[in-house]
């Protein structure tokens, strides 16, 4: 098939599989899953003869066994999260503390889609292509992530969204009063301003503040406020084995810090991940032939607990 035309089919194929997997992905995105290159001793052939291209991502070709001892210091490589077909766990979202007065409030204005549908739903994500933001994308729609060393930052290339983040590693400190009036205050940003420092020869701490407080901790409309203090852990457990671990600190809209839960990757062989993007023509024609039509339940939201 033509590229042209791949594309101009491409709307249809991703309305019918987002009424499939509403639940669980909030829209699905551009592109069909595609796949990894060549097989390698650690890496089974997906199908035996079976032409193999160097561009692809194939799911079910997965690293074997723990593939030795982590680099010492090294994260850097292409990693396959859960919705990538890697076999890790899925994300388990932990529950959050109890919230302020001012946290209860922007959460009781959160509608999250499992509860309010495409039509319902004010996640801005799902609504325009917002960015997901800190911590949301260590956590919703895990896919590819791609880490890479400069010599004074370690940049993460995140497949969902085609979005990259900056960690700088040059001892800086983390920026105050983000968002402040006084002159020379920097502007929140939707991944915030992150340093990195190693905890030990395998664990890479990330801290980040700055947050834009438009975008949402997780999926089920928990907020947090510009001054949120977001920590992530990465800990390469061994060379083809990854976990994130995300934390956060909010006095503003959290009682006290609580553990957001633990991300899982695994080594992508041939270092191949697929594009994932959110189209925001594709999510208005959706919303207009299908999700806004089918409404929402009047019921979403009142249950005690919600």
């Known amino acids: 098939m033509e590229p042209q035309n791949e594309l101009r089919n491409l709307l249809p194929r991703a309305i019918i599989a987002l009424a499939a997997v509403l639940a669980l992905s909030p829209v699905t995105w551009a592109q069909t899953t595609a796949s990894q290159g060549a097989p390698s001793p650690s890496m089974p052939s997906q199908q035996a003869g079976e032409a193999r291209s160097p561009w692809k991502y194939y799911p079910k070709d997965r690293a074997v066994g723990t593939g030795g001892p982590a680099p010492k210091r090294d994260l850097s490589g292409t990693w396959a999260g859960p919705l990538s077909g890697s076999g890790v766990p899925s994300f388990a979202e932990q529950p959050a503390p109890p919230l302020t007065p001012l946290g209860k409030q922007m959460f009781d204005a959160n509608k999250p889609i499992g509860k309010y549908s ?12 917002d960015p997901f933001g800190v911590p949301r994308n260590s956590i919703d729609e895990i896919r590819g992530l791609s880490i890479g ?24 400190a983390l920026p105050t009063s983000v968002g402040g009036s006084q002159k020379g205050a920097l502007d929140p940003r939707y991944n915030g301003y992150s340093t990195g420092h190693w905890e030990d020869d395998s664990t890479l701490v990330v801290d980040t503040t700055g947050l834009d407080d438009r975008t949402w901790v997780t999926k089920n409309g928990y907020p947090h406020s510009i001054n ?70 009047p019921n979403a939201g009142k249950a005690p607990g919600r």
Not at 244 to 260: E, L
């Open 118 to 129: 495409p039509a319902g739903t004010n996640d801005p994500t799902v609504r325009s292509c």
């Open 149 to 172: 060393t400069m010599p004074n930052r370690i940049l993460l290339a995140i497949q969902f969204q085609d979005v990259w983040r900056e960690i700088w590693m040059d001892g800086r």
């Open 228 to 297: 949120a203090h977001v920590q992530e852990r990465f800990t390469r457990v061994d060379h083809n084995d990854l976990k994130v671990t995300v934390m956060i600190d909010d006095p503003t809209i959290y009682t006290k810090p609580f553990m957001v839960g633990t991300a899982y990757y695994r080594w992508i062989p041939n270092q191949e991940m697929d594009e994932k993007l959110c189209l925001p023509s594709e999510v208005i024609e959706y919303l207009k032939s299908m999700g806004d039509p089918a409404g929402s339940d």
